[in-house]
């Protein structure tokens, strides 16, 4: 299928689905009993089946996601494929920057990132410098476009003054659970800003699809979805929000798919923002991935 996609006004245009890759490879250590040939499986189906956003990390794995993902992408036309990575939260220093970009892009077995983003704010790092890094990287033809993760708006506000490239997205966590993003007002400022939302963590990484509460059933049977998908379309329903999923499962991919090409009305999305119970507005949880 063709994944839709959104424009920022700056013309920067983005699908709307992109295919996580935390857990793949391993979680923050390389796993060495990793089903390889699984993952790598997993993201060849995304591609076959049209998506053409892979996210990963430098994090991820220690490297090795970005390793997976850069066997996956064999064979394939690597114009057509929207790949994002990002550098970690030590290795924000100027050069460690450049240093770490280099060595995705080895891992990764391309010659340039369509994205690079920093992975999380760092009080131990000059944010000026951090920018002014991922400007040489685009001016070297390294990296395409640039973003940041887990920043609030007052941290992605400066980190634009310190850069002469616009920053496309704000990666964060968000979902039916997970409302910092609106509590916060990064929603509103991104929408403001022409600066992508992108959620992590759409399905809760499963645990939103167990126990399902009375509200979200309603649009389940209203819109003759499953829960996945009526988590997915809430996010991507709303201006400004697009969303990356993992899954390395052919059924949970079909399923995801299933979120795209259609629209929540507009009275169900805001049911769903004031309905949806358990509502958690500050992460209780270390934020991995
Ligand atoms: N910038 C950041 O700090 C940050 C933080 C977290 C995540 N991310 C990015 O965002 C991506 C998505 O977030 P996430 O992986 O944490 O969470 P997620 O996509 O909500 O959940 C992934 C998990 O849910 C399962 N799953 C996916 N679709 C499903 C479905 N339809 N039914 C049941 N289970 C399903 C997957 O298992 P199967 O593989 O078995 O389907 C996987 O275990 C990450 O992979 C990563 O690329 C970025």
Redesign the pocket.
Known sequence: MKIPTKKLKSGFEMPVY???????GGRDERDFANDDVADIG?IRAALDAGVTHI???EK?ADGY?ETLVGRAIKGYDRSKIFI?S?VQEKNLGYDDILNSCKKSLERLQTDYLDLY?L??YSKGHSLKDSMRALDKLVEEGLVKHIGV??FGKEHLAEAQRYTKNKIVCD???Y?LEFREPEAFGLLGYCKESDVFL????????????GNIPPVLQEMCDKYKK????I??NWLISQPYVI???????P???N??LGALGWNMEKEDIEKLRKEYPGQKLVSDVV???
Request: hydrophobic fraction near 30%.
């Open positions: 992109g295919l996580g890759t935390w857990q793949m997993g996210d990963t990390a991820y996601s994002a990002k983003l992975h999380r993760c887990n990666q964060v966590h979902n992108s959620a992590w963590r759409p399905v809760g990484k499963g645990s939103l699809l499953t829960p996945a998908q988590a997915i969303t990356l999923s993992k899954t390395r499962s059924d949970h991919l399923e995801n934020p991995l991935g």
